[in-house]
């Protein structure tokens, strides 16, 4: 039999492994040139140095004529040291392990070596005779619950400059750490860890550097007694529920850099009275001053694009809001609307240069009386102004090009809408349930009128239609309007067209108007001849259209003239006519002047001393 034999060269290498070694009373792991302070290898029931009460480590210890540098406590290296009171570092520990004076409950100070850069996960839990602490400044990284249950500790100095975060919040370093009362920060720290603070109910002031440049989320999580908190001027991101509960801060100022106000970051903090937003603002996160019931009013700022769900939930006693973001988003659903159950909004400003106004904006703002669009805005979301009950007035913009749906359904105080010229639709429901409403003007541009747009307006008793093509609409658009007295005013060269067609010609009153002349004011008062009063009207905007003229015999209707007064203070017009043919007449009787008057709804013509229906029929 042939036998093969197979070698294998093994490269020469050094393998060096860990000693331990006892010097004085402490037991320590050696490597190359460094020690670790490790376990006590006689413990008794667990406890590692029972039978210490003082400790005072070296900075060096020598073994076969090496010097080591001690740089590290080990893991588990005091734990349940119980009769420990005192322990002196040195300078050189780098590294605090994991449990490494876990339940050291004896120990009543411990001052923290410059050079420190870990702490590990529980490494001084349960060591509650602590009172103070200070973090060095070079500290990188402190693991999960590292200080848990240091129920005595009342002072912390943070002077780590960029410290890592923890993963949750019941990770925290100082988790039931529950009698901290100050927290000082040092005057290099860039970085505030997520969850630092959390829950130190007893903190009254916190002042961040300004070389603080990020905070990390829930760092000052329900600071129930936080009164003070200082941000520093370099900031950007006002991190997700950064001061969540914190119920008796009064008002903060936010710097002029931060761009963002993340999620819940002021959550429920039901003491601030008032809230500037910077003008850098851009994003605006969910539920980020749900329930500030005190702040009764805001301004949004100009560049904000993006505000999130529920965002000013519930806040309660807010009044008063100054809308200037240009061109800001839209949420997906009313439930999501920013100002949800915000009951209590009194006014609500739009700045000169907004462009956008977001889906359900003022959504059930039932105590908003007025509105005013400036003429910037190209575009309404759907259900904008959606059941605000108590609006009497809304002006639209000029550049408005649809009317989107549901804007103004069930604004059942509103008295009229001017639609403005260059709206091409007015969308489903879009003046839906707006029961006081008693006129309306649709102009000339509209070929669209979706379903239900005026259902249930049922006061209207002036409708204006200058689109000389009438157009094709469902007969639910007027549903529940009394079409049998409400006048429906059309080009007067489209009468016709509108008598002929569909839902259009079940308006018992269509009169033919020259659709140039259309004269309106709040507020009007009209002087007639052949009466010794003037009347005043105070009720919605007087809409006064040239009305028809009274017919009367032998004459033909030529104009109608302006004989006295201006729009603002009222009008008296002049009817002028010509003598029909083969009717010989004074000229001076070709005029007759008259004035257009609305009383208790009904629309009269006066002329001279007598009154007319606006067909034309004399009233004796």
């Known amino acids: 039999m042939r036998k093969i034999f197979i070698f294998f060269a093994l490269a020469a290498s050094t393998i060096t492994f860990a000693e331990t070694i006892k010097r004085g009373d402490l037991y320590y792991s050696l490597s190359t040139s460094t020690a670790t302070v490790v376990q006590d290898q006689n413990k008794i029931d667990g406890k590692n140095y029972s039978t210490l009460d003082t400790i005072v480590i070296p900075s060096t210890i020598t073994y076969s004529d090496k010097t080591y540098t001690v740089t590290a406590i080990g893991s588990h290296a005091f734990s349940y040291a119980t009769t420990l009171l005192s322990v002196t570092l040195p300078a050189t520990i780098t590294t605090i392990s994991e449990y490494a004076f876990d339940y050291c409950d004896g120990l009543t100070s411990l001052e923290l070596p410059e050079a420190l850069n870990t702490i590990g996960n529980y490494a001084l839990r ?123 801060l009064p008002h903060i100022a936010i710097p002029a850099t931060v761009a963002t ?41 100009k560049y904000v694009t993006s ?52 889906n359900y904006l003022c959504y059930n703002m039932t105590k908003l009386t007025e509105i005013v669009l400036p003429n910037t805005v190209t575009t309404i979301g759907s259900s904008a102004f959606y059941y605000c009950t108590s609006l009497e007035s809304l002006t639209l913009p000029e550049k408005l090009t649809v009317i989107p749906g549901s804007m103004c359904a069930w604004c059942t105080s509103l008295l009229s809408i001017d639609i403005p010229k260059g709206v091409t639709e007015i969308a489903n429901y879009a003046f839906d349930g707006c029961s006081q409403m008693q006129s309306a003007i649709i102009p000339s541009t509209v070929s669209t009128i979706g379903n239900y747009a005026f259902r ?96 009367i015999e032998g004459f033909i209707f030529l104009k109608w003239e302006v004989l006295a007064g201006d729009f603002a203070d009222g009008i008296t017009l002049q009817a002028v006519y010509e003598a029909a043919p083969s009717t010989d007449i004074n000229e001076a009787q070709t005029k007759a002047k008259a004035a257009k008057l609305l009383r208790r709804g009904n629309v009269f013509i006066l002329r001279g001393d007598k009154t007319y229906t606006i067909t034309g029929q004399q009233i004796k």
Not at 126 to 149: H, M, N, W
Not at 239 to 245: E, F, L, N, Q, V
Not at 311 to 339: I, Q
Request: proline share 5%; aromatic share 10%; hydrophobic share 40%.
């Open 126 to 248: 349960g060591c509650v005779r602590i009172d103070s602490l200070v973090i060095p400044k070079y500290v990188t990284s402190i693991g999960s619950v590292a200080f848990s249950g240091c129920t005595g500790l009342k002072h912390v100095v943070w002077k780590a400059v960029n410290c890592g975060s923890v993963s949750a919040y019941n990770n925290r370093p100082f988790y039931n750490c529950d009698n901290i009362e100050t927290f000082i920060f040092g005057d290099e720290v860039q970085k505030v860890p997520a969850f630092l603070c959390y829950n130190m109910t007893k903190l009254t002031e916190i002042v961040l550097p300004n070389t603080v440049t990020s905070i990390g989320s829930s760092a000052f999580y329900h600071c129930t007694s936080l009164e003070s908190l200082t941000l520093p001027e370099k900031l950007t991101v006002i991190p997700g529920s950064m001061c969540a509960g914190c119920t008796a």
């Open 261 to 301: 106000i993340s999620e819940y970051a002021f959550d429920y903090c039901d003491g601030l009275t008032s809230l500037v937003l910077p003008e850098s603002l851009n994003t605006i996160g969910n539920y980020a001053l749900r329930g500030c019931v005190r702040i009764d009013s805001l301004v949004i700022p």
């Open 456 to 551: 249930d307006c049922s006061l209207l008793a002036t409708l204006y239609n200058y689109a000389f093509t009438p157009q094709t609409i469902n007969e639910n658009v007027f549903n529940n309007v009394d079409k049998s007295t409400c006048f429906l005013y059309v080009p007067e060269e489209s009468l016709d067209l509108y008598e002929g067609k569909a839902v259009w010609n079940s308006f018992a009153n269509i009169i033919g108007v020259d659709p140039g002349l259309v004269l309106k004011d709040t507020t009007t008062t009209i002087t007639y001849l052949g009466q010794a009063e003037t009347d005043t009207i105070h009720t919605a905007p007087l809409l006064l259209t040239m009305p028809v003229a009274p017919k």
């Open 307 to 358: 505000i999130g769900s529920v965002a000013f939930s519930g806040c309660t006693g807010l009044k008063h809001v100054v809308w200037k973001a240009v061109n800001c988003g839209s949420v997906s659903a009313y439930n999501n609307r920013p100002f949800y159950n915000c009951d209590n909004i009194e006014t609500f400003i739009f700045g000169d240069e907004v462009q956008k106004v977001p």
